[in-house]
């Protein structure tokens, strides 16, 4: 499967951005997908999960109450809705599939329980 996530961009402190994530070679519509990032100098770490059915969901603490994660299985598609951005979410952003599972409500929270990644989106908030 390839990931392919566009929607980033710079936006100023307090705005939105729309990320997707559209799945191409195969269809994802049974497995968990992920949201990560990853900042300047930093370690990549977990935004969101949203299982296969979009029925269960999990935010980080950090950004919980201002993204929202879904999903549309029939366009093959992960989106992650930004509000109220803020300067310490200045990061690529990688979505990702977890297919080692299939139909599974376990949220997946570490990358390595993630096997296909996509290449990242540059989403830069200034203050």
């Known amino acids: 499967v390839q990931l392919q996530a566009s929607g980033g961009g710079l936006v100023q402190a307090g705005g939105s951005l729309r990320l997707s994530c559209a799945a191409s070679g195969r269809t994802i519509s049974s497995n968990n997908m992920g949201w990560f990032r990853q900042a300047p100098g930093k370690e990549r770490e977990f935004v969101s999960v949203i299982n296969w059915s979009g029925a269960r969901i999990y935010y980080a603490d950090s950004v919980k109450g201002r993204f929202t994660i879904s999903r549309d299985n029939a366009k093959n598609t992960v989106y992650l809705q930004m509000n109220s951005l803020k300067p310490e979410d200045t990061a690529v952003y990688y979505c990702?599939?977890?297919?080692?599972?299939?139909?599974?409500?376990?949220?997946?929270?570490?990358?390595?329980?993630?096997?296909?990644w996509g290449q990242g989106t540059l989403v830069t908030v200034s203050s």
């Open positions: 990702a599939a977890n297919t080692q599972v299939t139909y599974s409500d376990y949220l997946n929270r570490r990358d390595y329980e993630y096997d296909y």
